[in-house]
């Protein structure tokens, strides 16, 4: 009986760990948000406990940071560190990018058309948040055509998300159309099979994102 009550707490544990975690990463908790055990079991619909447990390992994963006076907030990423994230990002999806190109099937291609059908979209409702949201995803459906479990697995222990909701370059001026092209070049050079022009679009696509970044933080310490 004692096992039964363990197992229901530890599978509560988990999955208030996986709710939390996309919860940071989809940009529900935002860099900075306070984390009170209370209003997170509450608004989550979970219990203060699992939430606790919770906190301790997204501290672990470097979601979350802790301090004796100020509690539990989704950590901030410093410029230097997103800096590092997209340096490394640049490599990995590049790699992810070209190994796809290899294995791209007709249908598959059509279907990355179709999240950049979505993201003209919402570009030309205004939408730029909306736009970065399905950026997201088609660079999350790319990494899963690669069909590279530990590149993907080390791609994820980047928390990439995090960069995009704290840093929002999609914001920058002009960066959104600059985005799309970037985005529709990485496919339409999926699309032909060859995986050194893929991977050189998708390391192209986020150099300009880590210089949209840099670029960003100039202007914010200016004024």
Known sequence: MSKGRTTDKQTEADEAYAVMRQSILGGGLMPGERLVETEL????????????????????DGLVERSPFRGARVRIISE???????????????????????????????ELR?????????????????????????????????ALPMVAKLIDGL???????????VLAPGRAAQSL????????ALATGDGELAEAAMRHHLAHVLRTLRSLQKNTTRS
Do not use: K, W
Request: glycine share 6%; hydrophobic share 45%.
């Open 41 to 60: 079991a509450e608004r989550l619909g979970l219990g203060r406990n699992a939430v606790r447990t919770s906190l301790a390992r997204l501290e672990q």
């Open 80 to 110: 230097a560190e997103a800096a590092e994230i997209l340096e490394a990002r640049s490599v990995l999806e590049g790699l992810a990018a070209r190994h796809a190109a290899e294995y791209m099937t007709p249908e598959q291609v059509q």
């Open 114 to 146: 179709g999240l950049l059908g979505q993201m003209e979209q919402q570009h030309q409702a205004g939408d730029l948040l909306a736009t970065s949201e399905l950026n997201s995803v088609l660079h999350r459906r790319i990494v899963e055509l690669a």
């Open 159 to 169: 928390h990439a998300q995090n960069v995009r909701h704290q840093f929002r370059t």
């Open 181 to 188: 092209a970037e985005h529709r070049a990485i496919v339409d």
